[in-house]
């Protein structure tokens, strides 16, 4: 579903993203974890097509990112830390523009509108302005707009971060129905006990290079997630 090899993104003379190579196959939830400035949001920009690469290739669904990103948008969706939605539209008329940009028929964005609202307690609000919406609730438009033309590849920054706790778990619920139906998630987390319990799989980005990846078990062991993350983020600091 998603291949990365070699992937090498620099600013000026620094590699946010050192020669990165990470296979993310169909069904899989995979975590990316590292601390603030280890080149997890420039890795995942770069697979959605907003950062150019300086070397390396990122294939999705066997497609070039470089070659046809038009393509590979159209299979994907890229929900980042902070949501920039447009604030002058109602969450409702956001959720139709999404829907528009993808070619969502009027029944299929009906039906899938009404039943992620419910799920995120968002239907009440969705005649609001974005502008009066809470971080949360951002956040909570941001996934249901992402989930509308059923992308194959999920990619997920801190998407846990302003989500109350019944949205948490809705959210990792729909994360393994996705990935169950045969879709791939490849998401950014600093909750560790909540990557430990829902991954398939894991991966550790220190300074941009991967020191770690691989199952839960192959890369904890007998440990906590977060004992191997410590002792691993501690190594030549």
Not at 58 to 84: C, F, H, Q, T
Not at 89 to 118: C, H, W
Not at 123 to 139: C, E, I, R, T
């Amino acid at each position: 579903m998603l291949k990365i090899n070699n992937l090498t993104k620099k600013y000026g003379e620094k590699k946010a993203v050192d020669s990165l190579t990470l296979h993310i196959r169909p069904g899989e939830v995979y975590g990316f974890i590292g601390h603030n400035g280890a080149g997890k949001t420039t890795t995942l920009k770069s697979i959605a097509c907003i950062h150019p690469f300086d070397e390396g290739e990122i294939l999705v669904d066997g497609i070039s990112v470089k070659d046809n990103s038009m393509e590979v948008k159209r299979r994907i969706a890229y929900i980042p830390d902070n949501p920039d939605i447009y604030e002058y539209m109602t969450g409702l008329q956001y959720l139709n523009f999404i829907s528009d940009i993808f070619n969502v028929s009027k029944e299929e964005r009906t039906e899938k509108i009404k039943k992620y609202a419910e799920l995120f307690e968002l239907q009440s609000n969705l005649n609001d302005l974005v502008a009066s919406y809470s971080h949360g609730m951002k956040q909570k438009l941001a996934v249901i707009s992402a989930l509308i033309h059923d992308p194959k590849l999920i990619l997920m920054d801190e998407p846990f971060v302003g989500l109350d706790p019944k949205a948490s778990h809705t959210l990792k619920g729909i994360m393994r129905e996705i990935c169950d139906n045969g879709g791939a998630i490849f998401f950014s987390t600093h909750v560790l006990d909540v990557a430990e319990k829902l991954c398939d799989k894991i991966a550790i980005i220190k300074a941009g290079k991967l020191v770690k990846a691989g199952t839960m078990e192959e890369v904890k062991g007998d440990e906590s997630l977060e004992s191997v993350f410590l002792e691993l983020e501690g190594e030549n600091a």
